[in-house]
């Protein structure tokens, strides 16, 4: 069975103090993974889609990255309306019974105080 | 236009009723999807529809019935849910059920009484 773990739950950071969000998982054949940003009552926003190990994608203060078993957001310099609950999701290679799945973590809630 | 729009946003009906819930995109996504978000958790998979068929279905209770009457529309019936089904119900669309990004909806704020 396909599993997503974040860490932390939740984190606080001042403004302008970089800091990473982690996600580790398993799946039987990754075929992406993927981070939103999700706002209290709205639906998840996409970020980013990473598919293989190595990989590296940026927009403004985000940066994510992926390895064989974990994938990582940096902020880098954050500010307060970065604050959301992000969330990393992985999907399956087609042909196992998760086929079309994303699979979500727990989120990590980030609160960026001015 | 990049959007999956959900109808309406919010919902409150009692345990007796049949609501439905909308959802359309206009991309050419060929796969569709109901979530499920309780507070503090993560979105639920509950249905998966792929060249409007449905290709997964996550265990869900009969009460709530999908039906996907062409490429561009999603809808969720609702009959007889119970206060435990209070949720935040998401809609997204892919290009395929394993290619693309999942674009989700706003969501359906539904409450139960």
């Known amino acids: 069975e396909d599993q997503v773990t974040q860490s932390p739950e939740a984190l606080r950071l001042q403004e302008g103090e970089s800091s990473s969000l982690n996600c580790s998982y398993t799946v039987s054949g990754l075929r992406g993974l993927f981070w939103y940003r999700q706002d209290p009552g709205k639906g998840p926003e996409f970020l980013f889609t990473l598919y293989s190990a190595g990989e590296e994608k940026e927009k403004e203060r985000l940066k994510a990255t992926l390895t064989k078993k974990e994938s990582f957001l940096h902020i880098t310099a954050p500010k307060p309306e970065d604050s959301a609950t992000y969330l990393c999701a992985v999907q399956a290679r087609a042909g196992g019974t998760s086929y079309g799945k994303l699979t979500f973590g727990q989120g990590t809630i980030l609160t960026v105080h001015p | 236009d990049t959007e999956v729009t959900q109808t309406p946003k919010h919902l409150v009906m009692g345990m007796t009723n049949k609501k439905s819930l909308k959802c359309e995109q206009h991309m050419g996504h060929r796969a569709m999807y109901w979530y499920k978000q309780k507070a503090k958790k993560p979105p639920e998979l509950m249905f998966v529809?792929?060249?409007?068929?449905?290709?997964i279905n996550e265990s869900v209770p009969s009460r709530f019935s999908p039906e996907c009457p062409n490429s561009s529309l999603l809808n969720l019936h609702l009959h007889a849910l119970q206060p435990e089904d209070s949720a935040l119900y998401l809609c997204?669309?892919?290009?395929?059920?394993?290619?693309?990004?999942?674009?989700f909806g706003q969501g359906t704020r539904l409450t139960v009484v």
């Open positions: 529809y792929s060249y409007e068929k449905l290709s």
């Open positions: 997204a669309s892919s290009q395929g059920s394993d290619s693309g990004r999942p674009f």
